[in-house]
């Protein structure tokens, strides 16, 4: 009994607390995607006998809130407003949530009360459907096809910028639209194939997306149909002794076709005659050779076939046989060649050289004004010693000390030796001898030959 009495007096000193607001709100937005922020007025009621302060915050952790103002001065029997915005955190699922608003005195920790707002949020996933219309007869690659994509807004969001791609191996089209709440919208691609472009089944692939989200992105076939178009090109040019024939084959359908060409000659044509490519088959029949191409086209494929009847060739053959042999003579049988040998003594610091130039009529015929050009090496005095055929003059030249003689003429084969002896101061590790050079004349013609270049080491 006693206990009874005491729970009873306990009951009567705990006081009794009931928060002093009144808390109500309008939903401007509360359908939302996950990149939007649900949004609310909210107006708070001091139902207390004194102004007071009031704030409100958010305890949900998946929720990020932005509020107009944080805290409240609000008088007596007063009723204030604030905006609030709930933005969802990244990766929140889509679905329906309740969040708590908490009011609260920043006088009395006990006047608060918590108010729940509700947020539809929905998943990029979710937000839209599209379905694709094509022509149930398949696509023609000779015309602009028509492609349309149905989009359907499920929910009461306006979406812009959506961006629409279309592809497959065969073509991609991109296009950018606005959706408006729960809209209903068709848009049409006008698909231009290429025209050798194969019979067959096709993947055609939608993406959907929104600010880099994606809503939609599924894969269905597509349906090229056939036909068969081959085009026939051939031309027929005609010069002296010589005759081109060019077939050009081109398969503009877009199934694989098959073709047999045949060109006949008689015997002596088919011996000057050449064709590119090869023929699959040469037969004889009646006295006529006939060549033959079988040809497998593809679609798009171009397959090209000369045929050249040439009667110059052996008649150019021996053209140049006859340039060449000419050519040969006058280069190689019918010239004088200068070879130049050094032998050296050393003595000190100082080289001894003499030096030979042979010179030659490789020729039969008799060469005539031929005149001997040589240079000294850098560091070389005059020469001191001929032989029997002394230059007839030397000078300073920027390219050193230059002798120069003057022979009488050469008959054929004759060859002649000139030499000469000298001191150098070598000024490095080697001395560079220069070319010897002859020039002579041959009939109404001036030619010139240039010696081997030696290198002496000191």
């Known amino acids: 009994m006693k206990k ?21 709100d309008k939903i401007v937005k509360n359908t939302i995607i996950p990149d939007e922020s649900a949004s609310y007025v909210i107006y ?4 207390g006998n004194s102004p007071d302060i009031f704030g409100i915050s958010v305890s949900d952790v998946n929720w990020r809130e932005k509020i107009e103002n944080n805290f409240l001065n609000i008088g007596s029997g007063e009723t204030v407003n604030t905006n609030v915005e709930l933005a969802p955190n990244n990766g929140l699922k889509g679905g329906r949530y ?18 729940p707002v509700d947020v539809d949020l929905i998943s990029y996933e979710d937000l839209i459907s599209a379905v694709i219309e094509t022509n149930p007869n398949g696509i023609d690659p000779r015309r602009e096809n028509l492609v349309r994509i ?10 812009k910028n959506v961006e629409i791609k279309l592809s497959s191996p065969l073509f991609e089209e991109i296009k950018t639209l606005d959706i408006s709440p729960a ?22 692939s939608v993406l959907v997306t929104y600010n880099g989200n994606v809503l939609v992105d599924k894969k269905e076939k597509i349906n090229v149909g056939f036909y068969k178009e081959i085009n026939n090109d051939e031309s027929l040019k005609e010069g002296f002794l010589l005759k081109t024939k060019k077939v050009v084959k081109e398969n503009n359908g877009n199934m694989d076709t098959q073709e047999v060409y045949k060109e006949r000659f008689n015997s ?8 590119y490519p090869e023929p699959n088959l040469i037969y004889k029949e009646e006295g006529s050779v006939y060549y033959q191409w079988d040809i497998i086209l593809t679609p798009g494929e171009v397959h090209k076939i000369e045929i050249i009847t040439n009667y110059r060739t052996p008649l150019s053959i021996l053209l140049v046989l006859v340039i060449v042999l000419w050519l040969a003579y006058i280069t190689f049988g019918n010239r004088v060649t200068i070879k130049k040998k050094v032998l050296t003594v050393r003595s000190g610091k100082e080289l001894y050289m003499k030096i030979m130039v042979v ?10 004004s031929m005149s001997i050009l040589d240079y000294l090496p850098d560091g070389a005095e005059l020469p001191n010693q001929y032989s029997t055929v002394k230059p007839y003059k030397h000078q300073k030249t920027s390219r050193g000390i230059a002798l120069m003689w003057k022979l009488s003429d050469f008959v054929g084969g004759e060859e002649r030796v000139i030499s000469y002896r000298f001191k150098v101061k070598p000024r490095t590790d080697k001395v560079i001898m220069p070319r010897a050079i002859v020039k002579y004349k041959r009939g109404m013609k001036f030619s010139t030959s240039r010696s081997n270049k030696n290198t002496v080491r000191t």
């Open 4 to 24: 009874l009495l005491f729970l009873v007096l306990a009951l009567f000193l705990v006081p009794i607390v009931s928060a002093q607001l009144e808390i109500s």
């Open 44 to 47: 708070i009621k001091n139902t």
């Open 98 to 115: 309740s969040i708590n608003l908490r009011v609260y005195s920043r006088n009395n920790p006990d006047n608060f009360e918590d108010f």
């Open 150 to 159: 149905n989009i359907k807004n499920r929910y009461n969001v306006e979406i």
């Open 183 to 204: 809209e209903l919208k068709s848009e049409d691609f006008n698909i231009v194939l290429d025209e050798d472009t194969k019979k067959g089944e096709y993947d055609l």
């Open 268 to 275: 002596f044509e088919s011996l000057f005659t050449s064709v």
């Open 359 to 368: 010179v030659k009529n490789e020729g039969k015929g008799k060469v005539n």
